[in-house]
Structures are given as structure tokens and as C-alpha cells.
């Protein structure tokens, strides 16, 4: 599957944005779908999860109340909704996939074998 992220930018604190990441390839909902990020210096780390029919969600504790990842298997897109944003949510978001509709641990980075190409989002305070 390839993975096209888009919708980052640059927003002053308190305000929101929508990521968006179109897919290619077998049927979407076939796929575990994913956010993460990495600021500069720093790991990438999780940041929200979906199950292939959407169904199942996860968020890391630093978003949860903030984001919302949803997604539209008829489009092949993924969403991530960031509302209230703060200047430490700064970072390169990236989509990623895995090659199944459902795995245990939505966090786990281990299951995710395709990684789109990164959006930056600049939260300015």
C-alpha cells in the first residue's frame, strides 16, 4: 500500500487542523490505520490508531480530548481531526498501515509495515 499524507501547516496555539491520508493499493479496510509523530531530537511516538472497520480507536494520553482519528474506507483515507492544539504537538505526522483489519495493541509501532512520507505541523504560541 503507499500512503500520501497531507494538511499540515502552521496554526497559532488553540487552534486546529485536519490530516488527511489518502491509500493505494487493497482494500483499505483491510488495513489498521495509524498516526504518529516526531519532533525534532526526540522519538517517533504514537499518536492515534484505527481498526480497519473503524470500529476500535486509541489515542496517546497527550492528545486524547484533542484529536480524533476517524476514517472513510469508501475514499481510502484516514483522518486526523487536532483541535486545541499546543506548541508541543510540533512535528512531522506520519500515516502508516498494517497489513491487517485488526492486532492487539493499537500503539504498538511494531505492527505497522507502510509509513507515508510526513506532514509537518507548526503550532505556534
Known amino acids: 500500500v503507499q500512503l500520501q499524507a497531507s494538511g499540515g501547516g502552521m496554526v497559532q496555539s488553540g487552534g486546529s487542523l485536519r490530516l488527511s491520508c489518502a491509500a493505494s493499493?487493497?482494500?483499505?479496510?483491510?488495513?489498521?490505520m495509524g498516526w504518529f509523530r516526531q519532533a525534532p531530537g526526540k522519538e517517533r511516538e504514537f499518536v492515534a490508531g484505527?481498526?480497519?472497520?473503524?470500529?476500535?480507536?486509541s489515542y496517546a494520553d497527550s492528545v486524547t480530548g484533542r484529536f480524533t482519528i476517524s476514517r472513510d474506507n469508501a475514499k481510502a483515507t484516514v483522518y486526523l481531526q487536532m483541535n486545541s492544539l499546543k506548541p508541543e504537538d510540533t512535528a512531522v505526522y506520519y500515516c502508516?498501515?498494517?497489513?491487517?483489519?485488526?492486532?492487539?495493541?493499537?500503539?504498538?509501532?511494531?505492527?505497522?509495515?507502510?509509513w507515508g512520507q510526513g506532514t509537518l505541523v507548526t503550532v505556534s504560541s
Open positions: 502508516a498501515a498494517a497489513a491487517t483489519s485488526w492486532v492487539l495493541d493499537l500503539r504498538e509501532r511494531q505492527y505497522y509495515n507502510y
Open positions: 493499493g487493497r482494500t483499505f479496510s483491510t488495513y489498521v
Open positions: 484505527i481498526s480497519g472497520g473503524g470500529g476500535t480507536t
